[in-house]
């Protein structure tokens, strides 16, 4: 019997290692984009689909050039309902110094995130959320 399961076993390990090949090309195929790479520190609190309840964070659809703390129906801390005060919309120099170190921009606001020091990481997540707020 062992002799008659080795010839299978071999045939298993080569069909094995070719699927494993041809899936690691696919792969290959999809590779996210720089921005899109960026936005997977986001996405765990954040929608590009629209309002969500289920998530922590306003969505960031359509968020470059959008007004500062004016989601309906997400409650925003004061600190950064104060800042919508002074910072009419989310232009891209607003998010960029915001996403840098969002503590220093807006202290005490309610987000969980150390920033994003890059500066080129943070353009091309910039440009990835002005694209992806465009799809409908």
Not at 42 to 66: A, F, N, W
Not at 68 to 89: H, I, N, P
Not at 117 to 122: F, I, L
Request: hydrophobic fraction near 40%; glycine fraction near 10%; charge should be positive.
């Amino acid at each position: 019997m062992g002799q008659i399961a080795r010839p299978w076993l071999l045939i298993s390990i080569i069909l094995l290692a070719g699927a494993l090949a041809w899936g690691q090309s696919d792969a290959r195929a999809v590779t996210p984009s720089p921005g899109e790479r960026a936005y997977q520190k986001c996405y765990t609190c954040h929608s590009l689909e629209g309002p969500d309840p289920d998530m922590q964070g306003p969505s960031l659809k359509g968020i470059v050039g959008r007004k500062v703390a004016s989601e309906a129906g997400f409650t925003y801390s004061q600190a950064l309902r104060s800042y919508a005060r002074k910072q009419k919309a989310w232009d891209r120099k607003a998010l960029g110094a915001f996403i840098a170190d969002p503590q220093a921009v807006i202290p005490g606001n309610r987000m969980g995130f150390f920033g994003i020091r890059n500066a080129q990481e943070r353009e091309e997540l910039i440009a990835y959320l002005a694209a992806a707020g465009q799809k409908d």
